[in-house]
């Protein structure tokens, strides 16, 4: 079967760096997302890796590593607007996405 | 700016009741997306469409059916609502022809109580 896993809920301080990471068994890849959703609100894009490697993107990064199947998003210089659920999802062979459950990200002052 | 509107944010409804939720996106895409969003599961794939007229059978289509009689909008029809159907439903769409890349954008969701 298909499998995305990612922490349900980290926690860290303002002014801080956090990793929250995505592991993933999918048949085929075409493709890692990273979106964030606030409570009530939709989910928006932040990031996509096709190849191996660090994207960086201002104070959010993601990395890729397909051999392992392992991804993260990294966030720096966090603020309390970053409290957020960040959902990692993969597109499989048939382009079809995969979703993990969501990483709860609590932000203290 | 890009939109995706879900006309309810809140519904409440009855077991047995028929339930329409509509999804309208103003970008011209041919691609429609109905999802449901429930606490610890990823989001869940229920219908798709590609092009009007046209629709595709997701992870978990039963109990559900959907309409796409016109490119901008896409309606998620519940014929007779449960209680395992009350959940967070997310709509969303992408342009052009699928590939890695396509992003999708989302609505702000609709949260539906069955009691």
């Known amino acids: 079967g298909q499998n995305i896993d990612q922490p349900t809920e980290m926690t860290a301080t303002e002014g801080a760096i956090v990793q929250i990471n995505c592991t993933y068994q999918t048949s085929g890849f075409n493709g890692l997302f990273w979106y964030q959703q606030h409570a009530g609100e939709a989910p928006t894009f932040l990031s996509y890796n096709v190849l191996d490697g660090l994207e960086e993107k201002g104070r959010f990064s993601s990395f890729l590593s397909r051999s392992k199947g392992y991804s993260y998003l990294l966030l720096k210089e966090l603020q309390m607007k970053d409290s957020a659920s960040y959902l990692c999802?993969?597109?499989?062979?048939?382009?079809?996405?995969?979703w993990g459950a969501g990483t709860k990200l609590i932000i203290k002052p | 700016d890009v939109k995706v509107t879900q006309s309810s944010r809140y519904l409440v409804k009855r077991t047995g009741e028929k339930v329409f939720l509509e999804c309208v996106q103003d970008?011209?895409?041919?691609?429609m997306f109905w999802y449901r969003q429930d606490p610890g599961l990823g989001l869940r794939l229920i219908y798709f469409?590609?092009?009007?007229?046209?629709?595709e059978k997701g992870d978990i289509p039963e109990g559900y059916s959907v309409s796409r009689e016109k490119k901008e909008r896409f309606s998620l029809i519940l014929e007779s609502a449960s209680t395992n159907q009350t959940s967070m439903y997310l709509c969303a769409s992408f342009g052009g022809r699928a590939s890695g890349a396509n992003v999708l954008t989302f609505g702000a969701g609709s949260r539906l109580t069955v009691l």
């Open positions: 469409s590609y092009d009007v007229k046209m629709k």
């Open positions: 999802a993969v597109k499989d062979s048939n382009y079809q996405l995969i």
């Open positions: 970008m011209d895409h041919e691609n």
